[in-house]
């Protein structure tokens, strides 16, 4: 099927987009297209025109001088490819490793990833337990929004319609810091049925001085255990304070039953991930 007809924008500036998207609401706006392309040939999604970022060479750069900063338009295949951002965040490459084909890890972004707030994505997982945020520009400026506070409900963020993300963040570990991302994928798409993530750092005085596990595939957004967090925090780590942690790695979680696996099944396959992802990150200590 062939998607509804629509005028196609390639601005050469963030402000320029920005316009673009104020001035047309049924706007959408281009990353890598893998989600919103496919959506439109179905005729699930008929935005009136398209604003294509992949002019914008600004959105496209990694730092890792201090906090990491990624420009939202690096692909998972630049990110992969980074040597520099391997050694402070070795997360987001066994990630990507693990993620889609080569026809998506080359023109999937990170940005987009997150904009687009699929339920099932595996990098919304791992960005939220590294307490990452992003950079939102619009027409009143910019702003910073916690990954925490940028996911809403399914294929919904807390951007406006006229916002662009143009970097997202993400602190330097500090310490002994170790992490670690699983997934029970579907067979088919690859897709992450439940997907685990888990950064884990400990304290001066040698017990877990912070534990953060982000959560796909479960529920309707990528959300964070807090309960099975909290468990763990000022506990030695060792495999009984892994294993407690989480068993309450669902809890609290609004955990959704598909075709794919019931909620019971995901609420299981959750404290198995999660166990699995802890012991690899505990590993890394």
Do not use: C, W
């Not at 439109?40 to 730092?63: E, G, H, T, W, Y």
């Not at 940028?150 to 919904?156: G, N, Q, S």
């Not at 068993?247 to 699995?276: E, P, Q």
Request: proline fraction near 5%.
């Amino acid at each position: 099927m062939f998607p509804s007809q629509f005028a196609y924008h390639r601005p050469a500036s963030v402000d320029e987009a920005v316009k673009l998207l104020q001035q047309d609401p049924d706007a959408k706006i281009l990353a890598g297209g893998h989600s919103l392309l496919p959506a439109m040939k179905l005729r699930l999604a008929a935005p009136s025109a398209l604003v294509d970022l992949n002019r914008i060479d600004s959105l496209r750069q990694i730092a890792v001088n201090g906090n990491v900063r990624i420009g939202a338009m690096t692909t998972y295949e630049q990110i992969y490819e980074a040597d520099d951002l391997k050694q402070v965040l070795p997360i987001l490459k066994e990630t990507i490793y693990q993620l889609g084909d080569r026809q998506v890890q080359a023109r999937g972004t990170l940005g987009g990833s997150l904009a687009h707030s699929d339920p099932g994505a595996d990098l919304t997982a791992v960005v939220l337990a590294l307490d990452g945020s992003v950079t939102a520009v619009g027409p009143n400026g910019q702003r910073t929004i916690p990954v925490s506070e940028l996911f809403v409900d399914l294929l919904t963020t807390s951007l406006a319609p006229d916002e662009v993300i143009t970097e997202v963040q993400i602190p330097r570990p500090q310490g002994k810091t170790g992490m670690a991302y699983l997934k029970h994928r579907h067979p088919a798409s690859g897709y992450a049925v439940v997907g685990v993530a888990a950064v884990i750092t400990l304290g001066d005085d040698g017990n877990v001085g912070a534990a953060r596990i982000g959560v796909t595939g479960a529920t309707s957004k990528a959300e964070r255990a807090s309960v099975a967090e909290e468990a763990l925090v000022g506990k030695p780590l060792t495999a009984d304070s892994i294993a407690s942690a989480a068993a309450l790695a669902a809890d609290g979680l609004d955990i959704n039953g598909d075709h794919y696996a019931s909620a019971d099944y995901r609420r299981h396959l959750v404290t198995v991930y999660a166990k699995r992802a802890l012991e690899q990150a505990a590993g890394q200590l």
